[in-house]
């Protein structure tokens, strides 16, 4: 499980920024910067299990947070990524243009224009073929091709044809996708439960998605119901 906890209990370390320069736990670890700007993590204990070392640039950390017990990071130009373990060892050298965390061991990484998948290995499973990648999530991801979203599976195959503009990962069965107009949220299968009317939408957590209409953040159910704020009954 993840640990939410905040880094900014530990933070009496001389050693780590007065500004509070912490990110929340991942995988045990959370990233914090030093007063020389520069990023490593503590574990659970206010330890450094891995020490700064990570340059940052106006306070942006060349460094990710823990997924699947990896970290993206950049090299020292911040052009190339790649991972490190929970001992801050390389494991999968700076090679890509860009990447994304890992999430059910697969990992979007960017060569050249198109964006494909590694595993925890380094090993690439899903050739670069996408203009676009999200995480996976129930075992299927967010991709895009030509400038459309859809839904592909491990194999790199499109379960969920691509249609949406955009579309985010799924959780707890629904996921929120863009039908160019409004956001709403769509089965495994790929239809409509949750009719487009949104503004902007969010994953479900725990039951319950946030929703934006009209500028209003609201709390919507799996079935589109608000549950907060309260309608107001005439």
């Known amino acids: 499980n993840e640990q939410w906890a905040s880094a900014a209990r530990v933070i009496g370390d001389p050693d780590v920024s007065n500004d509070l320069a912490a990110r929340p736990f991942w995988g045990g670890l959370a990233a914090v910067r030093n007063e020389r700007n520069v990023w490593g993590f503590l574990d659970t204990e206010g330890e450094w299990a891995i020490l700064p070392r990570f340059d940052g640039e106006d306070g942006y950390a060349l460094v990710g947070d823990f997924h699947n017990g990896l970290a993206w990071f950049a090299n020292r130009n911040g052009n190339r ?3 490190i373990d929970g001992e801050g060892e390389v494991v999968i050298e ?3 243009h860009a990447v994304n965390d890992f999430s059910e061991g697969f990992a979007g990484v960017l060569v050249k224009k198109e964006w494909g998948f590694i ?5 690439l ?9 999200g995480t996976f999530s129930q075992g299927l991801c967010a991709a895009k091709k030509d400038d459309q979203w859809g839904y592909i599976t491990r194999k790199g195959i499109f379960e ?3 249609k949406y503009a955009p579309a985010r990962p799924f959780s707890e069965g629904l996921a929120p996708a863009h039908n160019g107009v409004a956001w709403g949220y769509i ?3 790929g239809q409509y439960v949750i009719d487009p009317k949104f503004d902007e939408a969010w994953p479900h957590e725990h039951g319950l998605a946030s929703v934006e209409i009209d500028g209003e953040m609201k709390y919507i159910n799996a079935t589109g119901k608000v549950v907060w704020p309260k309608p107001i009954r005439p």
């Open 119 to 123: 595993d925890t290995d380094g090993k």
């Open 81 to 83: 990524f790649g991972f």
């Open 187 to 189: 089965n495994p299968d």
């Open 125 to 133: 499973r899903i050739r670069p073929d996408f203009d676009g990648v």
């Open 94 to 96: 700076p090679e890509y």
């Open 160 to 162: 969920i044809q691509a």
